[in-house]
């Protein structure tokens, strides 16, 4: 077996050192950096089985540690070194892809090996999940693409047909038309959902600061251009936060399309910020005065294809929550909804902020 090493703390490198020679057998080798770059250029090939990497080094701060294996790509498995004071940032790395961490206080023979067996054994598994997903998404990507094609040409063929008939067509032919009309944009609609929720597994992805006040703006705008009913909304001062910017703003304009769609008033929609100091997460809250739901569905509306009503009363694909969940995820994020039927929802998104 061989192991990356990134430890600049002589003593620890060797204490670790040592620890791998009792735990493993001895075709085992250890290749030690003191910095994260180098180590970083390693992590590209296979070289490796598996890397054991401390969090501050001489060519990285903490912060960046967490920036740059945030947005690593390898399929050798890591393994976070902390010291007393950085759990709780690698608990928050392990969403990002790292294997497990190894409290340095906390090692022994017993534990370094159970851990390297363990985060071994997960990677293939996931790496090997990760390519059948790449497979049924291609497949799905593609199918997509020639639905797209095909729904497109049957919604101009329908309009080409009502043009030659002109004058002659009759008031049972224009309602068969009006039918095929809505069904040709109700397969519009889940082709863009389903190529919206492809197009959001993102798994490596890369953020910049995004200001949520510009995304509400840029929402509205669509929203306002589009043919939806009108309604009021309230904006809080929003924060900033770490992100991908596209991603957000479909995260922003499904929820805010489900609260103006699903409503029989006047619809309101309240979206507030409030900082939660024990989670160190912007809480972002989506409130609304709509028909709201069963507490027994509230869980069941985040699966891809899951609608409480018929397309008749509501239109719609049943991939919007998904695909909101899906970007909620790649942020490392949480959302939860609140509702009562008849009684409006809220939907809660928490963006947990790394504390640096
Ligand atoms: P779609 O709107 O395309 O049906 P979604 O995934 O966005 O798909 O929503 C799933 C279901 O959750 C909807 O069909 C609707 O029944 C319910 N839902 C979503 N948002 C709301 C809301 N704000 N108020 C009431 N029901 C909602």
């Not at 090692?107 to 497979?135: G, P």
């Not at 197009?199 to 509400?216: F, H, K, M």
């Not at 589009?226 to 991908?244: F, K, M, R």
């Not at 609260?259 to 309240?270: G, L």
Request: charge should be negative; glycine fraction near 6%; include cysteine.
């Amino acid at each position: 077996m061989q192991i990356l090493l990134v430890e600049d703390n002589q003593d620890h490198a060797l204490l670790i050192q040592d620890l791998i020679g009792s735990a493993f057998s001895d075709d085992t080798s250890v290749h030690t950096e003191e910095n994260l770059l180098p180590a970083m250029d390693l992590l590209s090939d296979k070289t490796f089985d598996i890397c054991l990497c401390d969090l501050q080094l001489p060519d990285s701060s903490i912060g960046e540690t967490i920036d740059r294996l945030k947005q690593i790509e390898t399929c050798v498995p890591i393994i976070i070194l902390t010291s007393i004071n950085d759990e709780n940032v690698a608990h928050k790395l392990l969403t990002y892809g790292m294997q497990d961490f190894l409290p340095k206080d906390e090692l022994n023979i017993n534990l370094l090996h159970r851990i390297c067996t363990y985060a071994i054994k997960r990677k293939q598994q996931q790496i090997l999940l990760e390519e059948r997903t790449s497979d049924m998404e291609a497949f799905c990507r593609s199918l997509s693409h020639d639905f797209k094609g095909m729904v497109r040409r049957i919604g101009s063929s329908s309009k080409i047909i009502q043009e030659k008939l002109g004058e002659a067509i009759t008031e049972e032919l224009s309602d068969w038309f009006r039918l095929l009309d809505t069904n040709v944009n109700a397969i519009g609609a889940l082709e863009k959902g389903l190529y919206d929720y492809l197009s959001t597994n993102n798994l490596a992805i890369v953020t910049t600061e995004v200001d949520l006040n510009v995304v509400v703006e840029e929402v509205c705008a669509t929203l306002e251009g589009g043919e939806d009913q009108s309604y009021n909304i309230a904006v809080s001062e929003l924060p900033s936060i770490n992100g991908v910017r596209s991603q957000l703003f479909i995260l922003f304009y499904n929820l805010i399309q489900n609260a103006i769609k699903y409503n029989e008033n006047e619809p309101k929609i309240n979206i507030a910020h409030q900082f939660n100091k024990k989670s160190h997460s912007h809480v972002i809250t989506f409130k609304d005065n709509g028909i709201g739901m069963k507490e027994e569905y509230l869980k069941k509306i985040f699966s891809p294809f899951y609608r409480l009503h018929s397309d008749r009363k509501y239109q719609g694909s049943g991939l919007g929550l998904s695909i909101v969940k899906r970007i909620v995820e790649n942020h490392g994020a949480d959302i939860r909804v609140e509702s009562k039927e008849g009684s409006g929802s809220c939907f809660f998104v928490s963006f947990s902020q790394l504390e640096h």
